[in-house]
């Protein structure tokens, strides 16, 4: 099988972008990622974006994005796994490098939530869970989530104040990372007198509504050295991806991520590696009761016990298990189809040792990206070549 | 490389499906599709679709329908490049398969347009456009493709009457097809008397809002073996995609479509074969205008020479390039994310000799998908095995 290897990487800033549009932010984060990968011209462009449509009445974003960015005419498309679209839309680049088809594939992740209002965009985020058996009901997404975490507390006896440490860790993260959209340290405090947005989650349990753009750029190993010296090069060693049932209801057991379970054995099977040989973790915590689910999904706590790893201080940046190292989804921001790049350009950056919050010298990285009530996750192993 | 077969194809007739949801119209084609293959399982599902967000309120489809049709923990996204979606998904559903990471893959095309009012779903159709450049401004979908069919009009001096001739060729084919939307056959002069929708653009020029859904399975043909004879075994032997522009602003020359050019350069090449060995074309004709620029586009007719082969009879199930076999967008219907999968399904019955309206002893047949006014499009080339 051909090697896929990361070259490059790029991204704007994450906020609230009122004066730039879609394409450029997505244009701007494709050409950083192709300048740092020295090439000035790829085989084909994947998009990783869920709801354009909806937020800013726009499809089409593969040849919106290649023809804005100059890329001639390659062959471009939306990969749409809900809040998981961007780290789908790295699987099928790098499947894209694999299949034999391709020599240099580039990958971006983008979403511009912010010119829809703020109530819209909590219907469109809906899109992401059954519509028809769930929105359509009155169960907003922060709702579904919000049961979620209602079941965790009363399951294992877990406080607000417990998962309240996973927020206060990726602001601790994200105060450290230029493009993320928050940067200052929050206390425990903070997250507790937050509002409730749908009891229990508040405020500070949950990622923001934001605009931004993530890119990579993949080839083959080989093809990788005309390019960048092997200090730059860093291998997508293994990658899983699985579905669960889309609604709550359906679903046998809320309190495993049965997806991340099924993605994450395939992933490290694949990278012929253990979730202990993984030393750094960009998950998803959308809302903190997905960052704890995560880490019991994937093999890192036990269940029940993904909260105690916060609460101890084993996710910070010198813990056994550094999550969320640039601010994770909370901190660095959320703009729902670009996250699972964001998270791959980080966990790049880490394993390059060019981290504005650097782990001590890393050689595997993780990044999980979540879509819908966990219904669409990927899981990819980025490892150092 | 690894050589894709298709082994297996299914659909629900195209219409207004007012008592199925998109969800059960999926499910109904995969299952047709994996019940003709002689599968229970897949390792991944593709889906196409252009607009299911802003149709009817629901993202995260791959998880959607993977779970309703009960594939388990597999692998699934939604492919998007606006009306070329199914294609594209054919086509991504091909690479997984050739990277060697999935040995047998489910692509299903859907799109559910008849839940929205019309005055709505045109404007979502517009999405496919650029928006900002485009549709905000006040031109639709038609009205762009209207520019292109005044223009060619001009350029070579042709008549509304040259060009209806498409749209009767359509519904000639299409009556033979039981999955066909409109199944009687019309005259050039119902055509002619159809109001305008977008001058020159009439009705009868154009293809329907429509709701629909259709599958294939494809693996290698070393693992087809363990499923199906030979017989049924339909390789895809080329395959290219490519973007234009995606306004027409911006686009130096508006009567050809240039990414179909590319593309279906790179797919004979990949095929090892010329435009003159192919036996038939389910090309995209959503208004009549397109059929003709495709057939020059990719080879078959000579520039502003499209229109002959309609008029000559050429173009009909005995001529020398059969086109739309089965009804084509125009009378068989254009449920936009499904299309490239139906024109597949299509290829696939005539290379098996199983298509109701049969082409004698097909070898070669080529898809054609357009996203966009030619901004995105895909080129299959299916051959017997």
Chains 1, 2 share one sequence.
């Not at 979403?111 to 829809?116: I, L, N, Q, V």
């Not at 007198?193 to 931004?212: E, N, Q, V, W």
């Not at 809320?254 to 590696?273: D, F, N, P, S, W």
Request: negative net charge; proline residues 4%; glycine residues 10%.
């Amino acid at each position: 099988m051909r090697k896929p290897v990361i070259i490059g990487v790029g991204a704007v800033p994450v906020g609230e972008h009122w004066r730039t549009s879609l394409r450029d932010m997505a244009v701007e984060a494709l050409l950083n990622a192709m300048e740092d990968a020295g090439v000035d011209k790829v085989d084909s462009l994947y998009v990783g974006n869920m709801a354009s449509g909806s937020f800013i009445e726009q499809e089409n974003l593969g040849a919106l994005i290649a023809d804005f960015a100059g890329l001639g005419n390659i062959p471009a498309v939306k990969i749409e796994a809900a809040c998981a679209s961007g780290g789908a839309a790295v699987q099928e680049g790098v499947k894209a490098v694999m299949s034999g088809l391709e020599e240099v594939v580039a990958v971006v992740g983008v979403e511009k939530m912010t010119d829809a209002w703020p109530s819209d965009g909590t219907r469109y985020l809906g899109y992401a869970a059954d519509s028809e058996y769930e929105l359509f009901h009155g169960a907003s997404f922060v709702a579904l989530n919000a049961l979620i975490m209602r079941l965790y507390m009363k399951e294992y006896g877990y406080t607000e104040e417990d998962l309240a440490h996973f927020a206060v860790n990726a602001h601790i993260n994200g105060a450290k990372n230029p493009y993320a959209m928050f940067k200052r340290p929050i206390k425990l405090e903070t997250v507790l007198r937050s509002p409730y947005i749908s009891d229990p989650i508040k405020l500070f349990d949950a990622s923001p509504m934001c605009d931004g753009a993530a890119a990579v750029i993949i080839t083959t190993e080989e093809k990788a050295k005309e390019f960048v010296d092997k200090a730059k090069m860093v291998e997508v060693a293994g990658m899983g991806r699985a579905i669960d049932t889309i609604n709550l209801a359906n679903r046998k057991e809320l309190l495993t991520l049965k997806a991340a379970k099924v993605a994450a054995e395939k992933a490290y099977k694949m990278a012929g590696i253990e979730a202990k040989d993984i030393d750094l973790f960009e998950i998803h915590d959308a809302f903190t009761i997905m960052a704890a689910l995560s880490l019991e999904s994937i093999g890192i706590a036990k269940r029940g016990e993904g909260v105690k790893l916060a609460k101890e201080g084993q996710i910070a940046i010198d813990g056994d298990y550094p999550i969320q190292t640039l601010g994770g989804l909370k901190s660095r921001g959320h703009p729902v189809g670009a996250t699972g790049v964001y998270q791959t350009v980080e966990a790049v950056w880490q394993l390059r040792g060019e981290s504005p919050n650097q782990v001590p010298d890393p050689e595997i990285a993780l990044t999980q990206n979540i879509g819908g009530t966990g219904s669409n996750i990927t899981i990819s192993i980025l490892r150092r070549v």
